[in-house]
């Protein structure tokens, strides 16, 4: 099972959070704090699995990480996940998101979080990995902003506005800024 | 903050309205959110933040509750709100808006208060019940994407006692044409399956009708429902096993459209769902085993390629290959993959090699030695993880040898760890493999001083008091229990001496209780100086009042003599006035004790541990009290349980609106059938009614050994076996390992550095071919030395008795196998090549009888050679007729025993064969033993030699009746072993396994693991009984247990044959029946009683069971269950 999925960026700023096990609000910012303690001060070069926080289920609890660019990806898995399987797990749903907001950037996250939610849902359901097949992910998707573009929805205005946004050519972006450096890089598979 | 992103900010506005949209409203309420995150990015400070989050907040609030408020500033407002919770600020007053987005809107809104809904609410949340009305609707929506709404929210939250009312519309679901919806119904119902197993029971065909599902996706999904239903009962699927490999065959083959691909890696996950069943299916089967070795092996080799995902399912086959039944080419394999991935540059490849190994090691410790050099570079790596993943790899190693290095290295870590997960767990691991392997007394306390001064307050309490326990325990030499006691007692005087204050609490919490036991030991030392040594830790800054009530009590210990006289005057003085009651307590203790040296005596007699303490559970001292306020005219004593049940009947909330069709809260009546307080009849005796039958394990983290849990927090507790805190350990010992062949010694790596050579033979010690020679016999006793006198029942015994059954004595089998005495229990039958021409005759004629079935005693006892062979030629002969199962139970039975002959014996059960030698068991009912068979068939053409059977179990007491072991089996050959056995404690199966090892002729190693399950019935026999002896036990015992049964139906005398058929399958024996009720006694062998109390009721049968044996009364419940249905 999953227990939660984190993303936040390289500050420690969660970007989109979802627990499919029950916490209390203030046990889940507890959980942010501790996991991006735990992922931001290891290196680049060491293993993307980590053991040992106590907060979700103790032992039988595992962090399965990636960082790209200025976002980490942190699943929090119990035993019976794959960490392998679960790290390309990880690159799928990145992968996924690529697609679906062409060059993803770390602001699509921050104004689409819904979209994000709702691409999410159809990788994990409830804790349990739904569908690992890309294309199925992105049909799924897109069936439901069909149904959106019909309604003239409202989250197509932003998405212009963001696309307008990045076409502006922005300078290099200083880093310490919260939402700076735009493109999460998607490498095509990312070396260990 | 920078200029360009401001900019980039206020101009979002700007651009948003490019689009001229007819809502004026859209724009400012998209700007609303982007000028939320802005105002969130231009803090400084967490206080700022928090007053901006809070004024948007307000400002929600008051949108959300205006009556103008359209559906899509509704959205809108609640993508605000989900943001100010994910930065952690509380927007409860969403939650009820949410759940109407949801109830009301276009499918775009609800989709929105669905994901609100998610995020918000969680299982327990009172709102959640508004939402059943919404999701039934949804599911029955002919919109595929409310459908897929509903279901996902469903499989998110919906507790146990929602899931009646939705079941039957996602049960539907299952063959809805999109696959989609199949696929999300799939996966709710897992996680019903998840919360509530038994509410799904009905729809388990449904499942693998799932997984023949056309489409792949659904079958994928419907394998997380088998991996779990396998894991709980891998017997109930082994009939699956073809099927799953037929389906990894295709996936693996490239079966599966292109769209499954990954990295062209066909389906990676799926291969690894299935490779996880396969494992789980083929552990400890042989047969299923072969099924699946070509598609491991077709595995491997496909996932040759070199990507990170091919190297996850590489993972999942080694592990499958090394949980199934063993093949030597595919573990050769499959080694050498662990290889590649140790040996991998990449860090993330390492660390699953790592686990591999750990893995793996301990069926195959071989292979740690070949990659020892490698493991010594992990344990100085950079990555932390890496590296303790190597300390639980050498933690798994561990043996008597190298414990002192394994342990240095594990304490090294402990040093530099600041992690308190990792420090806690690490230190129980020492803590462990310390007691259990330690070299002698002064390292053992040397190192728990260590573990004991790292761990400081972070420790589990368990290590001190585990520790405490071997202390005062010993083990079975009294010398050596004198000596461990005296290094604990110099080494603590000379820590004190040194700089008490650096202690943790938990330390000097033990050393004052071992000094206050134990120093007596040592004569030169005056108590009086112990006793100011401890006076100076209670004048500690830091020292808690817990240790300080620690230090006091071992002063009471300790205060004899005069000159610790005034010392301890003092001290009992200062806290007679402390504001702590328990120390308060403590000190008037010792003040009053040390005036009266003779109650001192009495109250404090040196080694009291040795004694048990004797508790009467069942409280019986206050029965007299409690039947004066019966006939006083007090109320019956009724659990707070039962209280509770009948007040929740009373007022019990109607679940009627969204029941549905389907009948709810089936616990409650089960359980209420359970607690029927009508069946407190008069016989039951007064000290069983103050017993809380809930039998609700109290989770309480005191630690009292010795001392029996009476009271809990719902009353009486019924008693339990005092728990044995010492899970059997993973670790297993050097000796223990199997042998899969070692020949030769790894060939040392050419060029290493010396030190690490050093460090990796000191590490490697004791590992493989040095294990050979213990395995034969030489097993060191040394290394249990301190291990705990039979305190913790499933180790300890499984241990002596490997040891003693690997030390084998020679057997001579050369002669007895030619002259085949009548003693001889079993029957060893030479084989024709041994035989002469001169006994053909007769031989051919036993073979005959042997066939009919008509073996007589003196038939079988005569010294008949070849027996065997020539029933094989009759079976050939007559296969016509006999059916060959038949003709192989017959085959066997000719080789009963001759005392077993007469006997009630069991079905034949094949246990396991290996190349040629076939092992078959049955059981055989004795009255006072119940006697296991096990026939060792050797059909190959050829002899085996160094034969061992060794048969263990952790159910069973299990006694070798045969005088010798079978040593040689030669070809054509039945061998047969006799054990008795009887419980040890009861179960509902009571599992016996084995392990067969022989040579083949070609001297290659083979083993084989057998297991053997036997029915509690089979250990229970009738316990002849008066009525009064009865009525005696019955208010002795503690255990107790009350169901209602099912009467057998349409006869006249219902009770009369509801016991009957109960005798005949259970072998209870029925004492008495009075009218409506009956007693009935049994017992477990070898001499538990059981007691049971029927009465019809209500056309029922209210049972209640009562023994002096924990578990016994549930799962002879289960039985009768069991037997009663089957009529």
New interface residues.
Partial sequence: MIKAILIFNNHGK?R???F?Q?FA??M??QI?RETFHLVSKRDD??????????LIG??DYKLIYRHYATLYFVFCVDSSE????I???IQ?FVETLDKCFENVCELDL??H??KV??IL?EVV????????????IVA?VE??NR??KS????SA??A??VS??KN?N??E??RN????DINIKVPS?S?? | ??D??EK?LT??PS??S??S?PGAA??S??SK??SL?RG??ELTSKHEEEKLIQQELVAIKDQVSSPNTSM?QM??LM?RA??C????Y?ASFCYIHAIKLAQQG???DK??GY?AVA?FL???HELLLLLVNTVLKDLQSTN??EV?MA??IV??LFPKDMIPAILPLVEEKLTHPKE?IR??AV??L??FYLIAPNQVQHIHNKFRKALCDKDP?VMT?SL?IYLQMIKENPEGYKDLTGSFVTILKQVVGGKLPM??N??SVP???LQ?QLLRILSLLGKDDQSSSEIMYEVLDESLRRAEMN???T??IL??CVKCIYTIHPKDELLEKAAKCIGNFILSP???????GLKALTYVVQQDPKLALQHQMTIIECLDH??L??K?ETLELLFRITNGKNVTVIVEKLLDFLRTSK????TI?LMGKVAEVAEKYAPDNKWFIATMNTVFSLGGDLMQPDIPNNFLKLISEGFDDGEQDRMLRLFAVDSYVSLLQGEPEKLPQRFLQVISWVLGEYSHLREDLEPATVVRLLAHVLDLKQASSETKSWVLLAMTKLCEGEAAMSVLQGVSETYSSSMDTVLRQRAQELQNLHLNPELWARVLPRDAFTEPLEVDSSLSFLDGYVSEALAAGAAPYKSPHQRQEELAQAKAVSMEPYGLSLPISMSLSSLDGRQSPTLLSMSSGLSGDSTDHSHKAGTTTLKLDKVKRVWGREGYLAQRESAVVEVPSPVHSADQIEEVGISQDPTPPPVADQEKQQLASSLFVGLGSQTSSSLMGKSEPKHQRLRKKAKDPVSSSEISKQTSNSIFPPPISVDNLLCNSNMDPKKSLPSCTQMTESSQGSAAANGTCAAEGEFTEGDVQGPEPSLFRDNRLTIAGSCETEEPVGMKDLCLTSYLPADCIGANHSEFTPLCSSHGVHLSACHVHKDDTLVLLVFISNSSNSDVHQFIVQVDSGDVEVSCLSESPVEELRCHHVEVCQYSLTAKRPSVHLEVSGLVSFNMPDRTPQTTHFSYKLPLPSFIRPLELSTEEYGTMWLAFSHDTKQNLTLVADVQDSLRATLDVLERKLHLHVVAIIGMEGIVACRLLPDQPCLMHCRVHGGTLAVWLRSPVPDLPDCLLYHCQRALQEV
């Avoid at chain 2, 992690?419 to 990792?422: A, G, I």
Wanted: negative net charge.
């Fill in positions: 969660p989109l959070i979802r499919y029950y609000e203030d889940q910012q942010i070069n060491v293993c993307n699995f980590l053991e040992g926080g106590s103790g032992s794959s960490e392998l399987g790290l390309d797990l799928v921050i104004f979080m819904d939610h709702y849902q359901m409830g804790g349990m990995v739904l569908e690992t097949n890309m294309n199925e799924q069936l439901q149904m959106e309604e003239g929805g409202l205005a932003p212009r506005a307008a946004v502006m922005l300078p972006i200083p800024i919260n939402i700076g598979l070396p260990f | 903050m920078s360009v992103v980039t101009a979002l651009l948003l490019f689009d949209q859209k724009l309420s998209t959110l982007a995150i969130i990015t899509r959205k809108e993508v989900i943001y919770e994910m930065l952690g509380e276009t499918a775009l989709r929105v994901l995020l969680h299982e327990s595929l994407i897929c279901l996902t499989s998110q989609i696929r999300k996966l709710a897992y996680k996706g999904a997380h769209d499954y990954y990295h389906s990676p996950w690894i990507h990170n995902i190297y996850a993972y999942e990449k860090i993330n490849l390492k660390y699953i950079p990555d993880i890496i303790r992690d308190d997960y990792t767990d």
